[in-house]
Each structure stands twice: as C-alpha cells, then as structure tokens.
C-alpha cells in the first residue's frame, strides 16, 4: 500500500507540543500499517524545527514540505507537491493538533470500500460537535468536522474541489456534506483527540463562512441542519 501522511498546515503557537504529536502519529501510524510511508507538510513558521524533526524516522521514505506563510487553504489548496497526491493509495489528512488514540487504517479502508464511504473519519473527542464522538456504531453523516480523515486521491480531490482560498479557515464546508453528495462517516471504534483549543480568528472566519453559506444557497445554520441533518443513521451491527 501506498500511503500519505498530509499535514494542511503546522507552526506556532504550541509548535513543541504538536512536533510531539506529528512524532507520536508517525510512529502509531508506522506500527499500524507495517510499512514505510510519505508525509506532506505545509510549514507557516519555524520551518527548520520541522524539518530536522522530521530526519529522525528512517521508517518515512520521502518527505514534501513547503515554506510559506498562510492559513489552511492558502497553504494546502496551493501546494505544488499536490499533483503527488495520485501516486498513492490512501491519505490520512489531519491537523497538527490532533493525536491519534488508537485506530487500524487497514480496517478502515475495508469500511470505507465496503459502504462505499468517501470520506471516513475516527470518533474525535473534544470536538466542536458532539454527533463526532457520542455514537456508537459506524455512524453516517451528512456533516462531518475535519480533525483526522482517510481519503483515496479521487476523494481528495473531490474535498479539496468544495474548499476555496478565500474561505482560508474552512468553515462551512464540514456542514454541506451531504447539499454536495459526499457520502461521510465516522467510525466510533477508533479514536483521535483534539488537543488544543483553536487559535482561529473567529470574527474573520464567521464572515468568511456566511459568504461560503449563502454563495451556496443557504441564510441560516438551522435552514441546512433542517435539511440536512448531522447525524442520518448510526449503524451498531455491522
């Protein structure tokens, strides 16, 4: 298997607390699947600490990063090193605030084929919503919080088509999931924790996302949970 680690975007604050996070994914994810990986990283600061955190795994093959200023999209939806995307198999695309708790990316690449998912996510504790960590089964969704998600390349592409630079925070697209026909999960089996509190400008990035709403259709956040709720079913037995 063929397999990404894609990092959208890391730096300050907290760089020391999420260099020990990336270090304690890539080994989990290393001891997981049982074989030498890729990571992509889109750097905005302290670009020399990463990349001689990153030398220390002889277990990761080749590593792309870029140094640039930016937030989110402005620096992932820009990335050269995104035509790369294709050579692989699967993407893990996760935040540098996130650590994975326990997960098996073989069984969620089962999952993901057998249900025909898109888009498959971990449960997350601390996450925004609770719909992403309070159910108990295989949950399909029609919104879906990205923290730590496993695409194919042709998923990715689809992900990255609903996002856009000017909506640099990325707020919004997580709700119309289902207004664009991504068929998204979470599996509750498996979990990842959002470690620390955002640093988002929350003003900006409520603008940015009502301009991303009503370019697509919707006035209010009641008008799109009405229509299409978070949570569709929560599959126990599987």
């Not at 990336?22 to 990571?39: C, E, Q, R, S, T």
Request: hydrophobic share 40%; with cysteine.
């Amino acid at each position: 298997m063929k397999f990404l680690y894609y990092l959208p975007a890391i730096g300050s604050p907290d760089l020391d607390i999420k260099l020990q996070i990336l270090n304690h994914n890539l080994i989990y994810l290393y001891k997981n699947i049982g074989v030498k990986f890729d990571v992509l990283i889109n750097c905005y600061d302290s670009y020399n600490d990463v990349s001689e955190h990153m030398k220390r795994h002889d277990f990761i093959e080749n590593v792309y990063k870029t140094d640039k200023k930016g937030i989110l999209t402005e620096l992932w939806l820009t990335n050269e090193d995104n035509n790369k995307i294709h050579n692989y198999d699967y993407i893990l695309f996760i935040f540098d605030d996130v650590i994975i708790e326990n997960i098996d990316i073989n069984e969620l690449i089962e999952i993901k084929k057998k249900y025909n998912i898109d888009i498959i996510s971990p449960k997350i504790r601390k996450s925004t919503y609770s719909y992403m960590n309070t159910n108990n089964g295989l949950t399909f969704t029609n919104a879906l919080e990205i923290y730590c998600i496993l695409l194919t390349p042709t998923d990715f592409d689809k992900y990255a088509s609903l996002n856009s630079i000017e909506n640099k925070y990325m707020w919004g697209v997580d709700l119309l999931f289902g207004h664009f026909k991504v068929k998204t999960a979470i599996m509750n089996k498996y979990c990842a924790l959002h470690a620390l509190p955002s640093k988002s400008d929350n003003h900006n990035a409520q603008l940015l996302f009502w301009k991303y709403m009503n370019k697509n259709g919707f006035k209010t956040k009641n008008e799109i949970i009405q229509k299409y709720p978070y949570v569709i079913n929560d599959l126990i037995d599987f």
